[in-house]
C-alpha cells in the first residue's frame, strides 16, 4: 500500500528526500563549515514555516503527519550538528593539550618554548595534529613572539577562538 498527499505525491519518497536532505545539510555544517550555521537557520526558519504549513493542513491528517515526521528529521539533525561541534571541540581540547605537553617539554629541554610546531616533531610529536574532523577552523594556530608564545583553534568559526598563553598557563578566549 502506498501511502498519499494531497497531489498524489508518495509520502515514502517525500520522506526520503527530507532525509537525505537533512543529511546531506549536516555533512556541510559538522564537517565543512563547523558553525552551527545550517542547525541556526533550520531553527529559525524552520519553526514558523512548520507552524505555518501545520496550520494549513489541519484537515489533512496524512499531510499533518508527513509535517511532523520531517519535522523530526530536521530536529534530529540539529541534535547531531550540535553533538558533532561539541565532539569536534573535544577532540581539539585533547590535541591542545598534547602540543602543550610536547611545547612544556621541549622548553625544559631547550630552555625556550619553539619557535614553530613544527620543531616538534618529530621528538614530541609524531605529526602536528589537526585541531578537528572539519574543513574551516581544523588547525591549530601557534603564535611565537619574544615574550608570549600562544596556541589557538576555532571553537566555534570564525569567532569563538581559544588560545593557551604559555607564559600564564591559562586558557583565554577571545570573541
Known sequence: MSLRIAGGENINIQLRKTIITAFL????DAFVLNQFTIALFTIILGVPA???????????????????SKAGIYALMV???????????????RRAKDIIAACEQFKTKSGRYPEKLSE????YLHAVPAAKYSLMGAS?????????????????????????VFEKKAWESVD
Do not use: C, T, W
Open 25 to 28: 545539510l549536516f555533512v556541510a
Open 50 to 68: 512548520l507552524i505555518v504549513k501545520l496550520f494549513r493542513a489541519r484537515k489533512d491528517g496524512e499531510r499533518k503527519k508527513l509535517l511532523v
Open 79 to 93: 541534535v547531531l550538528i550540535i553533538g558533532a561541534n561539541i565532539f569536534n571541540n573535544m577532540i581539539a581540547e
Open 120 to 123: 616538534l616533531v618529530p621528538e
Open 140 to 164: 591549530f594556530r601557534y603564535f611565537a613572539r619574544q615574550e608570549s608564545h600562544a596556541l589557538m583553534y576555532e571553537a566555534i568559526p570564525p569567532y569563538g577562538r581559544k588560545y593557551y
